[in-house]
Every structure is written in structure tokens, then in C-alpha cells.
């Protein structure tokens, strides 16, 4: 009787099972498939997911890696825009969905220890009962993990005014390549002495380590929030009211901006109304501890919005009218696919002051490639996502996307800005981060990398190659 | 590439990966499998169709889990259905492999023919309730609660007469029992009827209940499904008004029957014209003006909840709410995501038994949570699965229907 050979495969599946147990292990060409792909185009195939139920099941399958050579790429909910957990040879998916204990929520130190893969979305709701919140809210808070969001850094709506998540992360526990846990940071305070490895680790897209605990800060809601809705006939328009509105001494706690594409496509998807021959829509919110002082910023907002000749100005009074504004904002990326199958989106960032030359420059690199682009902006913070749509099938046209990809970020760079505010860099942005950086400080960031993970196991060919 | 797929296809390409669906899904916020949430069946079932995967176990278990609770679709900015694709999936496996396991497919065929189905009631309510009392660790089978699960050895419709008459009748109207209430749920018939003749509505109750077809057709099994249409369709298509208690039921009967013959045009008209005259219970008796006949002189807390096919298939949330509230002395509190899936969908709750049933876990903490001592809801199914969630949490509060809720406050 022939006796089957165990195969390197088999091997791998079968120490993850003794680690994590069988129900926190999945293998198998349907369920790879599902981990091979995120919010972008790209693909890969890991080995294995494995799902680690507490740090020390994350330290024992690291040290398993480590002994075998196999790559880990941590994953949350995979709800990235830059490739940052698609695949790569011979990994294994580290995904954090498993370990999602709230372990403490101290209201008089404002802290909240959570671990990784508690949703965005439960903490706010669970935060809520007390009357509190985690400020940072990307657009996909009901879906990523805390851990996707710390890794990304992730940014939202409301970032102009209280900004991103490295902003609330006191402290954290992970695990490096050599399989040692850390903590990093504090518990209580914004800031601890010497290096601040905890701001290293935010944003660092699991290159440095697996994260398995956070200390995060949690804040009381405030008590008034005021929303606002502006359609213009031009997006330039738009734009002035955005610098105008900062310039008064105003910091909204939200000043989002779509165009008339993104108009259209919104109205498509929801029917709510909005109205199609508009150049651009503002949504500007105000929040406080009291009405009263939002009433005389709303006031100044009204006078500052007015001056750019509006065709429709709108103050919510009801919750249910304050939703209706948000509506649009809420299905605007996804609802591009009314119009085109795929889109590419871009994470630019430019000084402020330089808001309506990039509107400019994207309504120009919309017409040199001949690509339809709509313009979605945190306006407040400069953060553009252009949505460049197209057909992945169509050869010839994926081409020009990547080359109008390629400008907008050149653009970016051109007016002082950045080519990522808040997705983070990936699989996607990897090539062009290059541009961005000197020579040297991308020496630099090889060095961070090489400090914490000298052996190049933890989600490695992201951002850069070693 | 199969027909049907391709006929999706550009549907399921419309699908950007955003995630967006994870918070809605059910299935996925169980534990976090990418390949049971709706992105993760809209990406599979397309690389189906573009030859990357087979149509294996694995496969089936993807389309075969869906809850088809359509939540997915309301957060999907994209406009992707995902429980439209995942049912053309479901059909498109069925005509290549048919219908798996074997239990399943007869289930499936049982329900169509009365005489096994009421050979299987009536061994479990004899025989097999009997048994399982005496075997300790027999109380929840498969998440179901066997001692209160409800079954009757003599169906409904044997133990009412054809017309139930009233004097100067308002209206006449048929009803259209469903098999779970017709051999499980057999009070709550008796409710339906006995609001119904209250309301002044002169009920006929036909021998003849054929199965609405729902169950064959999730499953992809159109043919057996058009089949039981027709015999609904001759039985009941000759009365003004047809009735349903059961969401399911109702649904099928108004919607889904009119898609399952979409490619029929001889056929359509009768369907459409049908499916005009059904009415869910609530959906009628709140244009019958009954709420001055409603009598209670003990106060109770109740909470309502949604059946998928009524708040999201059929859109009907308001009308038994208003009836509920229509009662004297009911506080009605609102529960926490009345709308969500109590995890029962069918035969999920049979064949993944462990997803359906952390699924009514969080149901019935919500229930709880709302300090409701009743939970009334439109669907025996869901009925069945709640009150078996309830109970594994070692509670009190009895499920009922709204029809039971309105018949006790109503006097002999």
C-alpha cells in the first residue's frame, strides 16, 4: 500500500492546527480565493489563513514562520484601498478578526483597551451607551478592524477637525519576527519618553509587527453638532467656501466635497434628490459643547457660503434631515459602479491653500487621458480621492488609468502635497513612493524596518523591497 | 462559463470589493470568514463563472449558507443584490449537480407531497418527541428546542370547518395556511381565523394546501417550484381575497412567483393577477378596522419582530406594529435591530445549524434587552427559531404571532 507523502503543505496546515485549533484554521482553492483579493484590483494566494485567538497563539505561529520561512500578511477586514493585505509567495494570512475583546473601558482616564479585531463601528456603539466615542471614523468603519485601521492610519470625515488614528493611540502590544511581544507607549498619556515607536507602528501596514492589543483614546460625544449642505455651480465654488470658511477661524468638524459625477452616481444609487446639475456639493458640519456657540458659526458659515453665489443652501434641523445630507457621502465610492465596473482610487493631499488648483488639475487629467474622474475630497485637510473609473477588462484603457494615476500623484507632489493622506501606501503606491521621498529617508525607512524585522517576515514587498 | 452565470456576470462585476457589506452580513460577523459574507460569495461566484474555482463542497456551502436575508443589499452602495446572485448561483448548481445532500433535496421534494409531510409531523409529535424527552441532552437539537417546538398530529386544516361563516360577512377571503402552520404552528391558524371572522371576514379554509414553493425555489429548484405556483394558483385562484400568515409564504406568493415565471408570457398574466389578491394577515386586518373590537384589561410590554420577507421582500413593517399597538394596554417597546435575521432562513437553520444558531443568539438578547415580556413576530419560522434562541438563554418570554396577540384581545 502506497503510503501518501506529506507534503510541505500539509506540514504547515498541520502545526497551525496544533497552535490555533482547527476551527481557527482555513485552507482549501474556495476559502484562498476569498482571502486573495481587498478593495483593490490586485490579487495573490496565500497558504493558509489562520486566525490566532490571543498574543500567544500570534507568538507561537510567528515563531513557526520564523523556523519555516513562511511570509506572514496580517489582515483585518480587508477593506484597504492600496494592497496592503493582498498576498504575497509563500505567506499565510494573519487574520485579527478572532481577538475582538473590549478587555477595559476606564471614562476617567478616557481609555479604552481593545484588541485588534473589534470593528470600528462596535466600539462606537458600545462607546455610545456611556456617551462617548472613538473620533476617527473612515468610510468603511462598519466593516474594518481596529487593527486594519492602525495599520493604515486610517483618516475619515471627521479628520480635519480632530484628526487620524495615530492621534488616539496611547500604547500597543505586538509581536515581532523574533516572536517577543512588546508594548509600546502608554496607557494613560499622549506621550511617553524617548522614541515614539508607538506613531512608528500606526500607519506602518504590518511591516514591523503583528499588533495584538491597543490602548486607544475614547472621548465624550459632543453635545451639539450643527450639518450643513452647499450645492454650487462650479466646483471652484466649492472650493472658495472651503478656504473661505477656515479663514474665518472656523474649524469644522467635517467639510466634505463631491462633484457633479459623484452627484450623479450618488443620486443613482439613493434616488434622495440631489440635484444633477450641480458642480460640486459641500457638506459642512460644526459640533461644540453647546448650540449657542455653534449658532454663531453657523451664522458666519451661512454669510461665507452665501458670498460664493450657491445654487442651494441648506441648515438641517432634524436627525432625519442631517442623515439625508450624509446619505449621498456615504454611498459615494461605491456608487460609481452604476457608471463604470471598476475604479481606481487615488489618495492625494495638498496644502489647503492649494485646494482649487488641484480641482483644477484633476478636471485637467480627466481630459488629457480622456478617463471619466470624480472628485470626492475631505476638503478640509486637502485630501482628495479622485475616483478614476474604467472597465479592468478594457487593456488599452487600464493603461491610461495607470498613467493618469501617475499624474495626479505627480500634480500632488507638484503643489507641495502628498500621494497618500490616508490609505497608505501597499502594493498600489508602492512604485510611487519613490517620488515622494529622498533616497536617503527611504534609506531611513529601511532601517526602521530592518530595527524591528531583520529577517523581512512580516508582510514583506509592501511599501518597499528590502 | 454556465448560461446563468453568464447572464450575471456584469452584476456580479459590478461588485467594487468596498466591504461594505461585512457589517450587514449576518453570516460573516459570526466569525469573520470572508468566504461567508457577500463580497466574499459576489467574488467567488464570479470566479466560478471565469473558471478560477470549482463548484465543490466548499462552493456549496458558500451559496448554500446565505441567509438570503437581503440586508446586504441595503448597505451596498454599489446597488449589488447579492441574494439575487446567490439564488441564480444556487440555480445554476442545481443544474449541474442538483440539489445536495440527499436530506436536503428530500426535504424538499417532501414538502411537496402532504401526505409525507404529514407522516413526519406526525411521527415527531407521536413518537419522536417521546423519544427525545427520554435521551438527556436531547432538549435543543441542532439549535431547535424539541420539548416546545410545536407540532400537531392532526392538521390545522382537519380541525376547522371549509367556510368558516359569519352573519352579514365584510368580506370573503381564502386563507392560505402554510405548512408550518398548517402541522406545527396550529394555534396560531386558529388566531388568524378567529381575528379574521371577528373583522367580520367570512374565512374559507381549502382542504387542498399545496406547499407556496418558496423552499424548492431558494434552492434553486424552479422546476418543482413552478409546479407547486400551479397548484396554489388552481386551488386558490379562484377566491377575491387570499390570506397568509406566514412572511414566507406571503412572499412567494406575491413576489417571488411573479419572477420564477418572468420567461412564461402565457402564464404571467394569471400569475400577476394572482399575486395581486394575496394579502400578509397584517397587511389586511389593519384595513379592516378592528382596533374598537380590541379589548385588554391586563397591561403587557410587547416587542415586534421583522421577518426578512416582510421587511425587506414584501417592505411591510408598519402594519403590525400599528396593530400591536392598536391593543389596549400594550406598551409597545422597540427592540434593538428589529429588522436583522433571527438566523432561522429556511433550511440554514437545519443545515448550519451553528452560524443559525449564534445568529438567533443575538436576536434573542436584543429581545430581552427590550424589556418586552412577549415578542410577536409574522412567520412561523422565525417563531420557531426564536423561541428556541430565547429558551437556550434560559428565558421566559413566549413568541407568538400577531394574529395570537390580536385573538387574545378579542372576546369569545
Same mark, same amino acid.
Given at each position: 500500500m502506497a503510503v501518501a507523502q506529506k507534503t510541505d503543505q500539509d506540514t504547515l496546515v498541520e502545526a497551525l492546527i496544533n497552535i490555533a485549533g482547527e476551527q481557527d484554521v482555513v485552507t482549501g482553492r474556495v476559502a484562498m480565493y476569498a482571502y486573495g483579493y481587498d478593495a483593490t484590483l490586485l490579487f495573490g494566494v496565500p497558504r493558509a489563513v489562520v486566525f490566532p485567538e490571543s498574543t500567544q497563539e500570534v507568538v507561537d505561529i510567528v515563531n513557526y514562520c520564523r523556523a519555516t520561512g513562511v511570509n506572514i500578511v496580517p489582515r483585518g477586514a480587508g477593506t484597504n484601498e492600496s494592497g496592503g493585505t493582498i498576498p504575497v509567495d509563500n505567506c499565510i494570512i494573519m487574520n485579527c478578526c478572532r481577538m475582538k475583546k473590549v478587555l477595559e473601558v476606564d471614562l476617567d482616564n478616557y481609555v479604552a483597551i481593545i484588541e485588534p479585531g473589534v470593528v470600528n463601528y462596535d466600539i462606537q456603539e458600545m462607546l455610545a451607551k456611556y456617551g462617548y466615542y472613538y473620533p476617527p471614523d473612515p468610510a468603511s468603519y462598519k466593516a474594518s478592524t481596529m487593527g486594519g485601521n492602525v495599520g493604515e492610519c486610517s483618516g475619515g470625515p471627521k479628520c480635519f477637525k480632530y484628526g487620524v488614528t495615530r492621534d488616539y493611540i496611547y500604547g500597543m502590544e505586538f509581536v515581532t519576527s523574533d516572536g517577543k511581544v512588546r508594548w509600546v507607549g502608554g496607557r494613560d498619556f499622549c506621550s511617553e519618553p524617548f522614541y515614539d515607536l508607538t506613531r512608528i507602528m500606526c500607519g506602518s501596514e504590518g511591516t514591523l509587527g503583528y499588533m495584538t492589543k491597543f490602548a486607544i483614546r475614547i472621548e465624550p460625544i459632543p453635545a451639539a453638532k450643527r450639518t450643513m449642505l452647499a450645492f454650487y455651480n462650479e466646483p471652484v465654488d466649492a472650493a472658495q467656501s472651503v478656504a473661505d470658511i477656515v479663514a474665518a477661524g472656523i474649524v469644522p468638524t467635517t467639510l466634505e466635497m463631491m462633484d457633479n459625477l459623484i452627484i450623479n452616481t450618488a443620486e443613482d444609487a439613493t434616488g434622495a434628490g440631489l440635484p444633477r446639475d450641480a458642480g460640486a456639493m459641500l457638506i459642512i458640519e460644526v459640533d461644540g459643547p453647546a448650540y449657542g456657540d455653534l449658532d454663531d458659526q453657523v451664522k458666519t458659515i451661512t454669510e461665507v457660503v452665501k458670498k460664493a453665489k450657491p445654487k442651494q443652501f441648506k441648515i438641517a434641523t432634524t436627525a432625519a434631515e442631517v442623515d439625508a445630507c450624509w446619505l449621498a457621502r456615504r454611498v459615494a465610492i461605491g456608487s460609481v459602479a452604476h457608471r463604470a465596473p471598476s475604479y481606481s482610487m487615488q489618495d492625494i493631499t495638498v496644502p489647503r491653500s492649494k485646494f482649487p488648483q488641484a480641482v483644477a488639475g484633476i478636471v485637467q487629467t480627466s481630459k488629457d487621458y480622456d478617463l471619466d474622474i470624480g472628485i470626492l475630497a475631505h476638503a478640509g485637510d486637502g485630501n482628495f480621492h479622485p475616483l478614476v473609473l474604467f472597465d479592468q477588462r478594457n487593456k488599452e484603457q487600464s493603461e491610461r488609468v495607470h498613467k493618469a494615476e501617475a499624474a495626479l500623484v505627480k500634480m500632488a507632489l507638484d503643489l507641495g502635497g502628498t500621494m497618500s493622506g490616508e490609505h497608505g501606501v501597499g502594493l498600489l503606491k508602492k512604485p510611487l513612493l519613490p517620488n515622494e521621498y529622498e533616497p536617503v529617508t527611504m534609506g531611513a525607512f529601511r532601517n526602521i524596518k530592518r530595527a524591528f524585522d531583520p529577517i523581512n517576515r512580516m508582510n514583506p514587498t509592501k511599501i518597499f523591497d528590502l | 462559463m454556465g448560461d446563468i452565470l453568464a447572464e450575471i456576470y456584469e452584476k456580479l462585476n459590478t461588485c467594487g470589493r468596498c466591504g461594505f457589506c461585512h457589517g450587514a452580513c449576518k453570516t460573516y460577523k459570526k466569525d469573520g470568514a470572508e468566504f461567508f459574507v457577500a463580497r466574499g460569495r459576489v467574488q467567488l461566484i464570479k470566479a466560478l463563472a471565469?473558471?478560477?474555482?470549482?463548484?465543490?463542497?466548499?462552493?456549496?456551502?458558500?451559496?448554500?449558507?446565505?441567509?438570503?436575508?437581503?440586508?446586504?443589499?441595503?448597505?451596498?452602495?454599489?446597488?449589488? &443584490?447579492?441574494?439575487?446572485?446567490?439564488?441564480?448561483?444556487?440555480?445554476?448548481?442545481?443544474?449541474?449537480?442538483?440539489?445536495?445532500?440527499?436530506?436536503?433535496?428530500?426535504?424538499?421534494?417532501?414538502?411537496?407531497?402532504?401526505?409525507?409531510?404529514?407522516?413526519?409531523?406526525?411521527?415527531?409529535?407521536?413518537?419522536?418527541?417521546?423519544?427525545?424527552?427520554?435521551?438527556?441532552?436531547?432538549?435543543?437539537?441542532?439549535?431547535?428546542?424539541?420539548?416546545?417546538?410545536?407540532?400537531?398530529?392532526?392538521?390545522?386544516?382537519?380541525?376547522?370547518?371549509?367556510?368558516?361563516?359569519?352573519?352579514?360577512?365584510?368580506?370573503?377571503?381564502?386563507?392560505?395556511?402554510?405548512?408550518?402552520?398548517?402541522?406545527?404552528?396550529?394555534?396560531?391558524?386558529?388566531?388568524?381565523?378567529?381575528?379574521?371572522?371577528?373583522?367580520?371576514?367570512?374565512?374559507?379554509?381549502?382542504?387542498?394546501?399545496?406547499?407556496?414553493?418558496?423552499?424548492?425555489?431558494?434552492?434553486?429548484?424552479?422546476?418543482?417550484?413552478?409546479?407547486?405556483? &400551479?397548484?396554489?394558483?388552481?386551488?386558490?385562484?379562484?377566491?377575491?381575497?387570499?390570506?397568509?400568515?406566514?412572511?414566507?409564504?406571503?412572499?412567494?406568493?406575491?413576489?417571488?412567483?411573479?419572477?420564477?415565471?418572468?420567461?412564461?408570457?402565457?402564464?404571467?398574466?394569471?400569475?400577476?393577477?394572482?399575486?395581486?389578491?394575496?394579502?400578509?394577515?397584517?397587511?389586511?386586518?389593519?384595513?379592516?378596522?378592528?382596533?374598537?373590537?380590541?379589548?385588554?384589561?391586563?397591561?403587557?410590554?410587547?416587542?415586534?419582530?421583522?421577518?426578512?420577507?416582510?421587511?425587506?421582500?414584501?417592505?411591510?413593517?408598519?402594519?403590525?406594529?400599528?396593530?400591536?399597538?392598536?391593543?389596549?394596554?400594550?406598551?409597545?417597546?422597540?427592540?434593538?435591530?428589529?429588522?436583522?435575521?433571527?438566523?432561522?432562513?429556511?433550511?440554514?437553520?437545519?443545515?448550519?445549524?451553528?452560524?443559525?444558531?449564534?445568529?438567533?443568539?443575538?436576536?434573542?438578547?436584543?429581545?430581552?434587552?427590550?424589556?418586552?415580556?412577549?415578542?410577536?413576530?409574522?412567520?412561523?419560522?422565525?417563531?420557531? &427559531?426564536?423561541?428556541?434562541?430565547?429558551?437556550?438563554?434560559?428565558?421566559?418570554?413566549?413568541?407568538?404571532?400577531?394574529?395570537?396577540?390580536?385573538?387574545?384581545?378579542?372576546?369569545?
Open positions: - | 471565469d473558471g478560477k474555482i470549482e463548484d465543490d463542497h466548499d462552493y456549496e456551502n458558500v451559496i448554500n449558507s446565505c441567509l438570503l436575508c437581503g440586508e446586504c443589499a441595503i448597505a451596498c452602495p454599489s446597488g449589488v &443584490k447579492t441574494h439575487e446572485l446567490v439564488l441564480a448561483a444556487r440555480r445554476d448548481y442545481k443544474l449541474k449537480k442538483g440539489i445536495r445532500p440527499f436530506l436536503k433535496s428530500l426535504i424538499l421534494s417532501s414538502m411537496t407531497k402532504p401526505g409525507r409531510l404529514k407522516f413526519v409531523f406526525n411521527f415527531f409529535d407521536g413518537f419522536g418527541k417521546n423519544a427525545m424527552r427520554r435521551l438527556d441532552g436531547m432538549q435543543f437539537f441542532r439549535g431547535i428546542d424539541m420539548y416546545t417546538m410545536p407540532s400537531s398530529n392532526n392538521p390545522f386544516v382537519a380541525q376547522v370547518p371549509e367556510v368558516v361563516s359569519v352573519s352579514a360577512p365584510k368580506k370573503r377571503v381564502a386563507f392560505f395556511v402554510g405548512c408550518f402552520m398548517n402541522y406545527a404552528f396550529v394555534s396560531s391558524a386558529h388566531s388568524v381565523v378567529k381575528v379574521l371572522t371577528k373583522a367580520g371576514c367570512e374565512v374559507t379554509v381549502p382542504r387542498d394546501q399545496p406547499c407556496c414553493g418558496l423552499p424548492q425555489y431558494v434552492y434553486g429548484d424552479f422546476e418543482a417550484a413552478r409546479a407547486q405556483a &400551479k397548484k396554489v394558483i388552481a386551488t386558490f385562484g379562484k377566491y377575491d381575497t387570499v390570506v397568509t400568515a406566514c412572511g414566507s409564504c406571503a412572499s412567494m406568493l406575491k413576489k417571488e412567483m411573479v419572477e420564477l415565471f418572468h420567461d412564461d408570457p402565457s402564464y404571467l398574466p394569471t400569475v400577476k393577477a394572482f399575486a395581486a389578491k394575496v394579502f400578509e394577515f397584517s397587511e389586511l386586518v389593519s384595513t379592516l378596522g378592528i382596533e374598537d373590537k380590541l379589548h385588554s384589561d391586563s397591561p403587557q410590554i410587547v416587542t415586534y419582530h421583522d421577518p426578512c420577507h416582510l421587511v425587506r421582500y414584501l417592505k411591510v413593517t408598519d402594519e403590525p406594529r400599528k396593530l400591536l399597538k392598536s391593543v389596549p394596554r400594550l406598551q409597545y417597546n422597540e427592540m434593538f435591530e428589529a429588522n436583522r435575521c433571527c438566523g432561522a432562513a429556511g433550511l440554514v437553520m437545519a443545515f448550519y445549524q451553528e452560524l443559525s444558531t449564534k445568529i438567533t443568539a443575538d436576536k434573542a438578547a436584543n429581545i430581552i434587552g427590550s424589556g418586552a415580556e412577549t415578542v410577536a413576530t409574522s412567520c412561523p419560522a422565525c417563531m420557531l &427559531k426564536i423561541n428556541s434562541g430565547l429558551k437556550l438563554k434560559g428565558s421566559k418570554v413566549p413568541v407568538k404571532h400577531v394574529a395570537d396577540v390580536l385573538a387574545e384581545a378579542l372576546r369569545d
